[in-house]
C-alpha cells in the first residue's frame, strides 16, 4: 500500500476539523504544557501545585465553545490567585494568556456582553500586579509603567480579532441564506418559464393543429359529396379520403406535441391568437433587429418539392421562436452587432445557426433572467433536436438547434 506524505497533514486536519473536542483537548493540553515549562526552571525552582495553578489558567479553554464567559472569569480568577499567593519568586510574563480568552468571549457572544467582560479582565489583572508588586518579599510584580499601555493594547487587539472574526462568521451564514434562498428562487423562476413557454407554445400550435382538422373537415365533406353522385367518381374519393389521411397524420403528431407541452395555467380565450409564425416571416424578425442597429445577414435553404415535403408548421413556429428569442438576447447582452443567421434542412429536419460578434468596448448588457434560453430548450426538445449556445473564443456568442420532425413525440404523462 502506497501512502502519500503530503495527503497525511491535509487528512489529519479533516480528521481534526470533525471533531471540536479532540482538537480542543489536544491544543489546550499542548498549551498547558508549554505554560507549565515556562515557569518550573526557575531558581530557586517553584513548588509543583505553583507550577500546576499557573498552568491551569488554560484549561478554562476547553470550554471556550459554549460558555466563553465563564471561561474568560475563570482564567482572570486563576491569575489573580496565583499573583496573590505568589508561588514563583521570580518575575512571571503576566496576563497575556488571558487573551485567548478575551478572544474566544468576543468571537462567540455581542459586544454589549463582551466589551465589559474584557475591561473587567484588564482592570483586574493590572490591579493585581500592582499590588503584588509593592508587596514586601523578594518576589516582583510584572507591572511597569511601561505594561498598563502594553496590557491596553493586547487586550484591545485580542478583542478586536475576536469581534472582527464573530462579523465575518455572521456575514457568512447571511450570505449561506441568502445563496439557500436565490438558489430556491432562480428553481421557482425556472419552473415558471418552462410553464410560461409551454403555454406560448401551446397557443403558436392551436394554429397549427385547427388548420389541419379545418382541412381534414373539407375534404370529408368532399369524399362525401363524391361518393354521393356517383361510383364513377371513386378515384377521386379516394383521393380525397388520401388526403384526409395524410392531414389526419400530421394533425395528429401536432396534436401530441400539444399534449405534451400544455400548460393548464392560463384560461382558454386569456390571449388572442397571433398569426402563425413560419420560416417565411423571418424577415420582419431580420427588420426588427435591424432597426436596433444590428447587422443580419440571414440565409434560408430548405429543400422541398411541394407544400406536402415543407417543414411541418409546428417545426417551423419553434424555429421561428428560437431565431426570435436569438436575435431578442443579441439585442440586450451585446447591442449593435454584426448577426448571421442560416436555416437549412428539408422536410424532417432543421438546422438553424445564429452566431454574433463581440460587444463594443464599454458596451452595457440588459440583465437577463435567463428565461430565454429556457424556452428554447423547450421548444427544441419539443422535436426530439438537440441546442448548444454558448460563448465563442472573440467573445462573440454561438447557438445552434437541430428540429427533427421524423419521430413524433409521445405525450409526457405516457412516457
Not at 497525511?8 to 479532540?22: E, F, Q, W, Y
Not at 473587567?120 to 511597569?144: Q, Y
Not at 454561438?398 to 427533427?404: D, F, H, I, K, N
Request: hydrophobic share 45%; proline share 7%; charged share 20%.
Amino acid at each position: 500500500m502506497t501512502i502519500q506524505v503530503n495527503a497525511l497533514p491535509g487528512a489529519a486536519l479533516r480528521r481534526l476539523a470533525g471533531r471540536p473536542r479532540l482538537t480542543d483537548a489536544v491544543w489546550v493540553g499542548g498549551l498547558t504544557l508549554f505554560d507549565m515549562a515556562t515557569v518550573v526552571d526557575r531558581t530557586p525552582g517553584p513548588p509543583g501545585w505553583g507550577v500546576a495553578l499557573w498552568g491551569a489558567q488554560t484549561v478554562p479553554l476547553l470550554w471556550r465553545r459554549t460558555a466563553p464567559r465563564a471561561v474568560l472569569l475563570a482564567m482572570t480568577g486563576l491569575y489573580v490567585l496565583f499573583q496573590a499567593l505568589g508561588p514563583v519568586p521570580t518575575k512571571v510574563p503576566g496576563p497575556f494568556l488571558l487573551m485567548l480568552g478575551v478572544y474566544a468571549l468576543a468571537r462567540r457572544r455581542p459586544a454589549s456582553a463582551s466589551a465589559p467582560l474584557t475591561v473587567l479582565s484588564l482592570v483586574s489583572a493590572a490591579v493585581t500586579d500592582a499590588l503584588t508588586g509593592h508587596w514586601e518579599r523578594p518576589r516582583l510584580g510584572s507591572l511597569e509603567p511601561i505594561s498598563v499601555t502594553t496590557f491596553v493594547f493586547f487586550f484591545a487587539l485580542a478583542w478586536l480579532l475576536g469581534f472582527g472574526r464573530r462579523r465575518i462568521d455572521a456575514d457568512a451564514a447571511r450570505l449561506r441564506e441568502l445563496n439557500r434562498r436565490l438558489a430556491a428562487e432562480r428553481e421557482l423562476n425556472a419552473r415558471q418559464a418552462v410553464l410560461t413557454e409551454r403555454a406560448r407554445i401551446a397557443r403558436d400550435l392551436h394554429d397549427v393543429v385547427a388548420h389541419h382538422v379545418s382541412a381534414i373537415a373539407l375534404q370529408a365533406r368532399a369524399a362525401e359529396d363524391v361518393l354521393v353522385s356517383g361510383p364513377l367518381q371513386r378515384e377521386e374519393a379516394a383521393q380525397a379520403v388520401g388526403v384526409i389521411g395524410r392531414t389526419a397524420d400530421t394533425a395528429l403528431t401536432e396534436m401530441r406535441r400539444l399534449l405534451g407541452l400544455l400548460s393548464f395555467g392560463e384560461r382558454d380565450g386569456e390571449r388572442g391568437l397571433a398569426p402563425e409564425p413560419s420560416l417565411d416571416r423571418l424577415d420582419q424578425l431580420v427588420g426588427v433587429a435591424a432597426s436596433a442597429g444590428c447587422r443580419v445577414t440571414c440565409a434560408v435553404e430548405v429543400d422541398e418539392v411541394d407544400r406536402r415535403s415543407a417543414p411541418p408548421a409546428g417545426m417551423q413556429v419553434s424555429a421561428y421562436r428560437v431565431v426570435q428569442e436569438s436575435l431578442t438576447n443579441v439585442v440586450k447582452h451585446a447591442g449593435p452587432v454584426a448577426v448571421r443567421i442560416a436555416v437549412h434542412g428539408d422536410g424532417t429536419r432543421l438546422t438553424i445557426e445564429v452566431d454574433n460578434d463581440p460587444p463594443a468596448p464599454g458596451h452595457r448588457p440588459v440583465p437577463g433572467t435567463g428565461r430565454g434560453l429556457v424556452g428554447m430548450r423547450e421548444r427544441v426538445a419539443a422535436f426530439d433536436g438537440e441546442l448548444d449556445a454558448g460563448p465563442r473564443p472573440d467573445g462573440g456568442w454561438r447557438l445552434y438547434a437541430v428540429l427533427s420532425a421524423r419521430v413524433p413525440h409521445a405525450p409526457r404523462g405516457d412516457r
